[in-house]
């Protein structure tokens, strides 16, 4: 049995006059992602490896998490292909990675939503930012994975929690 996570990243800040890819965590997006790390480390939901889009705000949102559980930073990989990434790009994504049980992917809307709805069969109107979509799977290897075929296990948004 393998769990997927999807994260959204956390709240970007729209302060700075850079390009999209580069654009930080905002002050609430700061706040969310310590807020999700805890709720997470209190149910010991706890990821082994961790795919990030290259994108600032979804590298900073995986650091962040990562600090907050107690993962070492070097389970982070980095992955260009997750930038605003479309469902079928992300699935590819997920196949490819090493083996673990708990698999985490950091990236962005409305590619996140899409696959959460098509890996699961469920439906969410929206992943809000920093909101954390656990998938599992009855698979022996990523490769495996597949839409339609997952069982969503939990759902959590910073202001549901």
Same mark, same amino acid.
């Given at each position: 049995?393998?769990?997927?996570?999807?994260?959204?990243?956390?709240?970007?800040?729209?302060?700075?006059?850079?390009?999209?890819?580069?654009?930080?965590?905002?002050?609430?997006?700061?706040?969310?992602?310590?807020?999700?790390?805890?709720? &997470?480390? *209190?149910?010991?939901?706890?990821? @082994?490896? %961790? =795919?990030?889009?290259?994108?600032?705000?979804?590298?900073?949102?995986?650091?962040? &998490?990562? *600090?907050?559980?107690?993962?070492? @930073?070097? %389970? =982070?990989?980095?992955?260009?292909?997750?930038?605003?990434?479309?469902?079928?790009?992300?699935?590819?994504?997920?196949?490819?990675?090493?083996? %673990?049980?708990?698999?985490?992917?950091?990236?962005?809307?409305?590619?996140?939503?899409?696959?959460?709805?098509?890996?699961?069969?469920?439906?969410?109107?929206?992943?809000?930012?920093?909101?954390?979509?656990?998938?599992?799977?009855?698979?022996?290897?990523?490769?495996?994975?597949?839409?339609?075929?997952?069982?969503?296990?939990?759902?959590?948004?910073?202001?549901?929690?």
């Amino acid at each position: 049995m393998k769990t997927l996570f999807l994260v959204r990243h956390a709240k970007s800040s729209w302060t700075f006059d850079i390009d999209d890819h580069d654009r930080p965590l905002g002050k609430r997006g700061r706040k969310d992602v310590f807020k999700m790390g805890n709720y &997470l480390l *209190d149910r010991q939901v706890v990821p @082994e490896l %961790c =795919i990030t889009s290259t994108a600032s705000r979804a590298l900073y949102t995986a650091l962040h &998490l990562c *600090d907050t559980l107690k993962i070492d @930073e070097n %389970c =982070i990989e980095l992955e260009e292909k997750l930038y605003h990434a479309d469902p079928a790009n992300i699935l590819n994504v997920i196949r490819q990675s090493k083996s %673990c049980e708990r698999l985490a992917v950091f990236g962005h809307n409305p590619g996140f939503t899409s696959a959460a709805n098509a890996l699961c069969n469920h439906h969410f109107d929206n992943i809000p930012t920093c909101g954390v979509v656990g998938i599992k799977f009855d698979i022996n290897d990523w490769s495996e994975v597949s839409f339609g075929k997952g069982n969503l296990a939990f759902a959590y948004f910073p202001k549901t929690i």
